[in-house]
């Protein structure tokens, strides 16, 4: 067992103590005091021992100190604290002030009470702290004053510069020499990078004192990356790039966010991604992950196909005025801040900005960042509901550049349409001399051996503007195409990059013109070989309106059998099958309502017939009737002969649409896909994302459905659409629908019935995509 210390062992190791040991008795006076006291006092322990502590205390805390010291004795609470270290002041020997932290603790027996404290100097410290407080707060100062300047500055510096810039615009408008357009334009692209540099550094300046706000309100995700490509289309142009975007299916259409900054950083990304591209293409891809019922993980992606950044620099990119290396300073300019900036923003908005890249080949910058959506629709289908007008049309995309025609093929096919691609213009004319009539074509202005001008020449030699009409795409900039236009070569012309919106109404005035043109007063609907395969009833009970109609019919290239009401025509359908029923409303014995409802018990799928509706009456609401009864077309007496030539064509290409809907999956479908995939695989990535994601929609849908969750059951249905619609199941459509229309209506009752046909649908969907792709599985 160790022995105790004894007195002088204790004596001896209080006076080595660094720090001050001072000992005090009740009445405050001191009783010990080490040699570490004597060095932090000045005072030699013989002239203190025995008197009151209050010789070490400032005049001006004594009284508040004898009150903290009574309390602490008499065992108050609070005043217990005063057992945790502390910091107090103490006065020396020779007068002067200083901070100590203390440690004070009570001790004692027999009644006596004893105040041991345990004191450091820490007036160094002290003093190094207040340097720094002063330190930050003359830095922070001095940032609000370089802010204040900036901002000053920017102001007193763009009033002058808008109105050189604003000058400069309309001299350019004016009668004026190419020397002189030279001069005054070299003066405009200057004004213009120096009001650049002007809001970078008041952009950054505002970030380095936090005082950057953000607005948050409904952003529509299309209009902004629009927005952003339209600000750099010219300087993409400039340099012969192929400037484009994607947003993939199931990004919302709206968010809330500040579009001002989103669109400022994709504005920065666009520049850096043009300025160190030479050739190929830039490329913005949105794309998005739910996270839950309305917030969303979306990645907006630049794509540039431009020199690349090594791996050691690719983070110092995003530093202050810093770029790769010096001599990227030197030949491409630029502050150095538009990175900084954008990562800023980014972090800002609650997101990030990252990169990828490989000297060379190019870079992908990205902004990941979480957003609410402002409401249920997705931005793929806010121009469905525009597209019933280039609905089933055929269309010709050429274009040299891969994404190019990825994307506008990919768009045509949301909107309905069926068609091809081509990536030549000799490919083109071989498809257009050779392969199905398409209803209109797209060109691309600049392709390598033949431009989009050239090639319209040479397409007008085998199909006139009547029957093909052609949309040419040109970047901004590029103005050679306007004679042709107006010399009637082109129905339509668009800048790139292609807005969606845009190219649907181009697409839907030139195909409402060609269709307008293409209704002659003897119009000739169909080959003549298709029109006698087609096999047509008449259902009318009056002999002279029996003969006009055989006559019109023989005129456009038909043979019909003609019946006098129902009951004869339920007897013709025994012996024989007809595609297309023609019949009068108002007859004896079984009139068209009847037949109708007859003939759609007895024949189902592709089997059922066309009916098309005739009546004299022409009433507000007869349309509807006969629609609503299961027809599908309505035509009034007297029948011109244009009106009944567009039904018969339009029940030719629903019959044919009907024989392609009882197939698994649509094979024009597929190979549109394989064709506008080429080495991105895209039929394979298809296929696979199809087979791993709807299985669990079918049980998202069943979960709905059993809850009773109406917008759950509509919204995921619509989901599913989307996917069926793009991967051509035709098997899966129907059902699909009738899912969606019954969440929409909140109407349950065939629900389960509906869920096990998709069930069945989809199974053999996924044994014929399997086929396709066995790898999926």
């Known amino acids: 067992m160790p022995h105790p210390l004894n007195p002088d062992q204790l004596s001896n190791i209080i006076d080595i103590a660094e720090n001050a040991i001072l000992c005090t008795d009740e009445s405050q006076r001191i009783i010990l005091f080490n040699r570490g006291a004597e060095r932090m006092f000045g005072w030699a322990a013989s002239e203190v021992v025995g008197k009151s502590l209050e010789l070490l205390i400032p005049q001006r805390f004594r009284s508040g100190h004898a009150a903290r010291v009574s309390a602490f004795r008499h065992g108050d609470m609070t005043a217990r604290r005063m057992g945790e270290r502390s910091t107090i002041y103490a006065v020396r020997k020779d007068g002067t002030e200083f901070p100590a932290e203390a440690t004070i603790s009570k001790s004692g027996e027999d009644g006596q009470v004893i105040l041991t404290a345990i004191l450091q100097d820490v ?145 920065n990304l666009l520049s850096n991604a043009i300025k160190f591209t030479h050739h190929g293409e830039v490329v913005v891809t949105v794309g998005a992950e739910r996270r839950d019922a309305n917030t969303y993980s979306l990645d907006f992606a630049v794509r540039d196909t431009g020199i690349g950044i090594p791996e050691h620099s690719q983070e110092n990119i995003f530093r202050s005025f810093t770029q790769v290396d010096a001599s990227t300073t030197r030949r491409y300019g630029g502050t150095g801040l538009g990175l900084t900036i954008s990562r800023r923003l980014a972090e800002i908005m609650g997101g990030s900005l990252t990169v990828q890249s490989e000297v060379g080949k190019g870079s992908t910058f990205t902004l ?59 490919e083109a004319i071989d498809l257009v001399r050779h392969g199905a009539p398409f209803d209109v074509a797209v060109l ?175 009433l507000p609401g007869d349309r509807e009737r006969c629609l609503d009864a299961g027809m599908d077309e309505y035509i009034a007496k007297p029948i011109e002969l244009h009106v009944l030539s567009s039904a018969l064509v339009a029940a030719i290409a629903r019959l044919a649409t009907r024989r392609r809907d009882d197939a698994v999956l649509s094979h024009a479908r597929i190979e549109q896909l394989r064709a506008i995939g080429e080495d991105l695989s895209l039929l394979d990535e298809v296929v696979a994302s199809f087979i791993a994601e709807v299985p669990q929609l079918l049980e998202k849908l069943a979960s709905a459905a059993t809850a009773q969750d109406a917008p759950l059951l509509a919204s995921t249905a619509h989901y599913l659409q989307s996917s069926i619609e793009f991967v051509g199941a035709n098997r899966m459509r129907l059902p699909c629908t009738n899912l969606e229309l019954m969440g929409k209506g909140e109407n349950f009752d065939d629900a389960a019935e509906q869920l096990q046909d998709l069930a069945l649908a989809y199974e053999d969907t996924r044994k014929a995509l399997l086929e396709l792709n066995p790898a999926a599985d």
């Not at 408008?173 to 002189?180: A, F, K, L, N």
């Not at 299309?222 to 142009?237: F, K, P, Q, Y």
Request: aromatic share 4%; proline share 3%; with cysteine.
């Open 444 to 618: 691309d202005m600049q392709m390598p051996d033949m431009d989009g001008v050239r090639l319209a020449a040479e397409l007008r030699k085998i199909r006139d503007r009547a029957t093909l009409p052609l949309v040419l795409l040109t970047s901004v900039g590029h103005r050679q195409a306007g004679s042709s236009l107006d010399g009637g070569m082109f129905a339509a012309w668009l800048n790139k990059p292609i807005k969606p919106r845009a190219l649907l109404d181009a697409l839907r005035q030139v195909l409402s013109k060609r269709d307008a043109t293409a209704a002659p007063p003897r119009p000739a609907a169909v080959a003549p070989g298709l029109a006698a395969a087609v096999d047509i009833l008449v259902v009318e009970d009056n002999t002279i309106n029996q003969k006009v109609l055989r006559q019109l019919l023989r005129h456009l290239g038909y043979q019909a059998d003609v019946v006098a009401n129902g009951v004869e025509a339920m007897t013709a359908l025994e012996s024989r099958h007809y595609q297309i029923i023609l019949m009068d409303m108002q007859m004896p014995e079984m009139d068209g309502f009847e037949l109708t409802q007859r003939l759609r018990q007895r024949f189902k799928g592709s089997n059922s017939p066309y009916i098309i509706a005739m009546t004299a009456n022409a």
């Open 123 to 267: 007036s160094e410290r002290k003093a190094y702290e207040q340097e720094l407080e002063q330190a930050k707060e003359a830095a922070e100062a001095a940032v609000r004053a370089k802010s204040m300047f900036l901002a000053n500055m920017s102001h007193e510096i763009r009033t002058p510069l808008n109105a050189v810039i604003g000058m400069t615009s309309l001299l350019l408008h004016t009668r004026i020499d190419e020397e002189q357009r030279d001069y005054t334009e070299t003066i405009r692209s200057s004004s213009e990078a120096l009001l650049a540099v002007i809001n970078d550094l008041l952009d950054y300046s505002k970030m380095e004192v936090g005082r950057l706000d953000l607005e948050r309100h409904a952003v529509e995700i299309r209009r902004c990356v629009e927005d952003a490509l339209d600000l750099v289309a010219s300087s993409a142009g400039e340099k012969h790039l192929d400037l484009a975007y994607i947003i993939e299916p199931g990004v919302p259409a709206t968010m809330l966010s500040d579009a001002t900054r989103l669109r400022q950083i994709l504005v």
């Open 368 to 426: 990941s960042m979480l957003a609410e959506a402002s409401d249920d629709q997705l931005a793929e289908d806010v121009l469905r509901d525009r597209s019933a007008t280039v609905e089933g049309k055929r269309i010709l995309i050429v274009d040299d550049n891969t994404t190019n025609r990825r994307i506008l093929m990919r768009q045509a096919l949301l909107w309905g349409m069926d068609g091809l691609s081509a990536a030549s213009a000799a």
